[in-house]
């Protein structure tokens, strides 16, 4: 037996496979190499995925073990390291060393590298020079940009902040009617100092204007339908601003994948600046499937078909269908743009839907046509009338001993006016600006139908940066609904209700406020509810928020509960995506309901607000 263990042990080295570190150069090219792992270390300031996403070499996904490991590449490597060398530099680390070591599996044919990088010190701009070459009366405007700019000095130099400061330098002087502004850069790196010196030269030009626009790229489409949406005349002062809000008129008719707008020389006038845009058309029919998940709605499906030129002139008519643990509902609509004159837009909506809320279960089927008008491209108001037919199930007799009126079912008619103000600067992820939002329903009177009340709702919501980087956003909303005539009462589906994922969270959906004896909520005539929150990038495109929601609901009309308010405070990391942030929050209610937990979790899809 003391035999046999050495021998053992010499079986198994002998049996292993061989593991040799070698370079690039000592791999044997007539064998065809495997790629089993591709590690990286000693990066600080770069996570390793956004150092992944700029190599082609890419290993073998670890939730697809049956599939073969790629080949490994010995050129596409090699140009790996230069892209990371590259990527280091554009993020202003010039002195960054990179290195590898191969590990090598004779017997599997497999290539294991190992990237070492020491990142060293970034550059920072220690000058940041704006100079006018020909107009020196702009100066002041010019310097009042200055905060601004996405380069500052103090900070660290990065390419995509030099070429954005240079485009938003070029803007503003394209909103100043200076078609022809032209920007020259210069960026001198120190590299003993960690230094960069950078400066930029503007040729400021006459005041142009537009001249004629046109249209490329057109084949199904018809070329009026673009000059349409132009925000801009012949004649009419030259601006970036004009030029981007037509570009964004003809993305939203999902008629073309891209548009482009160039500046044409003009041989006769310098001042006159001819337009060509120039689209590219996507299919105007298109499906939609989507599938997803919240905590509130649970597993949440989407199909839909929508024709974006039904007839021509831009006409849309869509058929889709939405199913979750909360809401099923088929719609059938139609959107005609430029009704009756630019800027008018009118839909019809004809759909079944069942909401299924805690403490009642609603089926109704509503028709709703809907004129809306942009005032500004900031102010949007509309015009709605909406008639519908309304049922309620499973309803707890607690919950209707505790209104003065109840009907189960019965005809909705009313109209609804309403109002958008908002100045954000992204829809989706906003960092600066503000929305202002209201609405007033009548319903019933001289428009008929069983129910007889009247509704307004108002929100704000406002965002500013505080630091470079953290965003402090705040909303406040508030809702008053009264009866009147033949009714007593605010029907049970339209009353407000206050609590849940995109409410005030640390409180369950529709737990804060009035319960029933049965613990469900009835929900009630007036409400409020707001939140502060704090959003900050934390590492890539994941960012972090801290926030204090409040709320509370009134069972009287106009009566605001400000001295019965409950709280609650949380936090949230949230995954950008091009759809918006993919939100977790955690919220602790300071005052839960009797037997309700003392923490809640909302999952969720675009920022809370």
């Avoid at 004009?242 to 999902?254: G, I, Q």
């Avoid at 160039?262 to 499906?287: A, C, F």
């Avoid at 409400?527 to 009287?556: C, M, N, T, W, Y």
């Avoid at 009309?557 to 929050?585: C, E, K, M, N």
Wanted: aromatic share 12%; net charge negative.
């Amino acid at each position: 037996m003391k035999q046999f263990c050495p021998l053992l042990v010499i079986g198994i080295l002998l049996g292993s496979a061989p593991v040799r570190a070698l370079t690039l150069e000592d791999l044997d090219a007539s064998r065809e190499w495997q790629l089993k792992e591709l590690v990286v270390i000693g990066n600080e300031h770069f996570s390793t995925g956004q150092l992944r996403a700029e190599l082609v070499s890419k290993t073998r996904a670890w939730y697809t073990p049956w599939r073969s490991r790629p080949p490994f590449d010995p050129a596409s490597f090699a140009t790996d390291l230069e892209r990371l060398q590259r990527f280091y530099q554009a993020q202003g680390y010039y002195e960054v060393q990179i290195s590898y070591d191969l590990e090598i599996n004779d017997a599997t044919h497999s290539v294991s590298p190992q990237v070492m990088i020491h990142e060293g010190q970034p550059v920072q701009v220690t000058e940041l020079g704006l100079a006018i070459a020909d107009q020196p009366t702009f100066t002041p405007a010019l310097e009042a940009l200055r905060p601004s700019l996405p380069l500052s000095k103090g900070e660290v130099f990065t390419e995509a902040e030099y070429q954005q400061t240079e485009a938003k330098i070029k803007e503003f002087f394209l909103d100043q009617q200076r078609g022809r502004v032209t920007v020259e850069k210069a960026a001198h790196i120190i590299l003993d100092q960690h230094a960069v010196r950078v400066h930029y030269t503007i040729t400021v030009g006459p005041r142009t204007v537009f001249g004629e626009t046109q249209v490329e790229g057109t084949e199904q489409v018809d070329p009026s339908l673009v000059s349409r949406e132009l925000k801009y005349k012949p004649g009419e002062p030259f601006s970036a601003k004009a030029v981007e809000e037509s570009r964004k008129n003809l993305l939203k008719l999902d008629l073309f994948s891209s548009v482009r707008f160039l500046q044409e020389e003009s041989p006769v006038n310098p001042t006159i600046i001819p337009m060509r845009v120039r689209v590219d058309e996507r299919p105007p029919r298109e499906w939609k499937f989507g599938i997803g998940y919240g905590t509130e709605d649970e597993l949440r499906g989407q199909l839909r078909w929508r024709h974006n030129n039904w007839f021509g002139d831009g006409r849309q008519f869509e058929v889709q269908a939405k199913v979750s643990a909360i809401n099923r509902q088929l719609d059938i609509s139609f959107l005609q743009p430029h009704f009756l004159g630019p800027g008018n837009r009118f839909s019809l909506t004809f759909g079944p839907q069942q909401v299924d809320e805690p403490g009642y279960l609603l089926n109704r089927a509503r028709l709703q046509p809907r004129l809306e008008r942009d005032f500004t491209e900031t102010l949007t108001g509309f015009f709605a009338y909406r008639a519908e037919y309304d049922r309620l199930n499973s309803i707890n007799p607690a919950t209707i001993r505790m209104l003065r009126e109840f009907e189960r079912k019965g005809v909705l008619s009313g109209v609804s006016l309403g109002l958008m103000w908002t100045t954000t600067d992204d829809p989706l992820n906003p960092t600066r600006g503000g929305v202002v939002t209201f609405s007033a329903d009548q319903v019933g009177s001289f428009l008929g139908g069983d129910f007889n009340f009247l509704k307004l709702q108002g929100e704000a919501k406002k965002y500013q940066l505080i630091t470079a980087k953290t965003v402090l956003a705040a909303r406040l909303k508030l809702g008053f609904a009264d009866p009147f005539g033949d009714s007593a009462e605010v029907p049970l589906f339209e009353r407000f209700f206050v609590g849940g994922a995109n409410s005030v969270r640390g409180y369950g959906r529709h737990r804060l406020g009035p319960l029933s004896t049965a613990d469900d909520p009835v929900g009630g005539r007036s409400a409020i509810e707001g939140s502060l929150e704090l959003r900050r990038p934390l590492f890539a495109k994941l960012g972090g928020a801290l926030f204090l929601d409040f709320g509370q609901v009134s069972l009287h009309s106009f009566d605001l509960p400000l001295d019965d308010l409950r709280f609650a405070l949380g936090f949230g990391v949230s995954y950008t995506t091009p759809v918006g942030p993919l939100r977790l929050d955690i919220g602790f209610p300071l005052d839960p309901p009797r037997g309700d937990q003392f923490w809640q979790i909302h999952f969720s899809i675009g920022q809370f607000f």
